[in-house]
C-alpha cells in the first residue's frame, strides 16, 4: 500500500521547528510523501530515525539508472499497483534493438534513424530513449567492435549477450558508460555478476516463466552485492502474451503488497520478439508488436527493448506511455492567456478554448495546419475539456469576462467578436451578455476552425 502522510509523520520529532522551511512536521510529511522535498532537510533527525524514514519512502519498485550524463534514464520507482492510487513514476524506456552482424552502412543508418525518431504532442517532444546492441553474430570482437561505435550515440545502451566473454568484451569498450548487462541466466549468472561488479553496471536477470527459480537468482544476485537488478520473466509472443502478462502482475504484486526484497525491482518485457516469426509480413508484424507493447505498458513493464521504428508503429506506444505516466491528481494544463496564431493585426479574429494541454495543443495545431491567422483565447478552466468545463461550470461567463480584461486582447484588436467552441454553445447568451463582445459558435471539431475565421469571421 501507498505510504500516507500520516505514517510519515508519526517517524517525524513533531517538533514542528519549521528549520526545514516548512509550518509544521505535517506540512513537511505531506511533501516528503508526495516527492517535493528531500528527508535530508530535516536536521532533527537521529541515524537511526532517518534510514527508517528513508527506508518507509523508498519506492515499492526500486528506481535502476542506466547510462549516464545526459543519456542516463531511470527504470521502475512505481509505488502502487494502480495509477488512481497514487501515480506512476519513470515513464517506461523504450529500447530499440540493432544487431552486431549488420554491415556498417546499414548499422550506421538504423543508429540515426533511432537517433532521430521524435514527435510532439501535448508540448512534449516524445523520442526513445536507449538501444539495444544484440551479439547476433555470437563473436564476441565483433559484439565489441559495435558497442565501439554506439559509444559516441546520444542514448542509453543495453548490451544483449548470455556470453559471459562476449559481455566482457563489450563491457571492455563500453563499460564506463553504464550499460545495462542482458542478461544473467541460471548458467552464467556467477559470470554475469562479477561483470556487473566490476563495471558498476545493472544486471537483467532472465528466468523465463519461472519466479521461483528467479527469487532464488534474484536473492543470489543481491547477496552479492548487487542492487541495480531488472527482471525479465520472458515474453512469450507466439501463443498469446497470458502467461507473460500473469508473471508480470505477480511480481509487482509480490513488490507493492508484500514488499518481497527479491521482486522489488524494474520488470522487462521484449516485444522485439515478435519479429522472430518470419511467417507473417511486416506490417501486421509491426502491428502486433505495438500491440503488444501497449499492452505491457499497461500492466508494469518498466523498460521494453522493441525492434520497429515505424513512426506509425510507434506513435501509440510514445503517446500511451506519456498518458499513463501524467498525475492523475494534476490535470495537465497550459498557462491561460492570449497566443497568437500566424500573423496578426488589429483586424484578426479571435477564438477560445480552454487550457486542457490535449485540447489546447490540438486546436493550436489544427490552425496552425490550416495556414489561420488569429489571436487564440485560451480560457482557465482548471485543466478540463470544453465540454466537461461547460459542465462543471468553469467555462461560463464571468469567466471570459475576467480573460478578457486580464489579457489585454481589447488593446489588440477593435473587433469585439469571438469565436467560442460549438460544444460551448450552451454558454453563448451568458458570454455575450458579460463580456459585451458577439459571440459566434464555432465548430465542435476544431480541425474545421482555421476555414471557418477564413469563410464567416
Known sequence: MAVTAMDVYKLLPKTNCAKCGEASCMAFATKLKDKEIGLEICTQLAANEFDKLADILAPAVREISIGKGAKAMIAGGDEVLYRYELTYYNQTPLVIDISDDMDEAAFDERVKKIEEIQFERTGELLTLDAIALRNKSGDASRFKEAAEKLKNANLALVLCSFDADAMKAALEAVGDERPLIYGATENNIEEMATLALEYDCPVALFVPNDLEKMKELSRTLRAKGITDIVLDPGTYVNAGIGDTLDDFIMIRRLAVEERDEDFRFP???????????????????????????????????????????????????????????????????????????????????????????????????????????????????????????????????????????????????????????????????????????????????????????????
Open 267 to 457: 520488470i522487462m518485457g521484449v516485444p522485439a520478439l515478435t519479429w522472430l516469426n518470419t511467417e507473417e509480413d511486416e506490417v501486421n508484424t509491426a502491428i502486433k508488436e505495438a500491440t503488444i507493447a501497449t499492452t505491457l505498458i499497461n500492466k508494469y513493464a518498466d523498460i521494453m527493448i522493441i525492434h520497429g521504428t515505424e513512426i506509425w508503429e510507434l506513435i501509440p506506444v510514445l503517446t500511451l506511455r506519456q498518458s499513463i505516466f501524467t498525475d492523475p491528481r494534476k490535470p495537465q494544463a497550459v498557462d491561460a492567456g492570449v497566443y497568437e496564431i500566424g500573423e496578426v493585426n488589429e483586424d484578426s479574429p479571435v477564438a477560445l478554448t480552454t487550457n486542457f494541454a490535449l485540447t489546447y495543443y490540438t486546436v493550436e495545431g489544427d490552425l496552425k495546419s490550416g495556414n489561420a491567422n488569429g489571436y487564440l483565447l485560451v480560457l482557465d478552466t482548471e485543466g478540463r475539456a470544453v465540454d466537461v468545463a461547460v459542465a462543471g461550470g468553469q467555462f461560463n461567463g464571468k469567466a471570459v469576462a475576467d480573460l478578457i480584461k486580464e489579457s489585454g486582447i481589447e488593446d489588440d484588436v477593435k473587433t469585439r467578436k469571438m469565436v467560442i467552441p460549438g460544444l460551448a454553445a450552451p454558454t453563448s447568451g451568458e458570454i455575450e451578455d458579460d463580456t459585451g463582445w458577439e459571440v459566434v459558435v464555432g465548430p465542435r471539431d476544431s480541425s474545421a476552425l482555421a476555414d471557418f475565421l477564413k469563410e464567416k469571421v
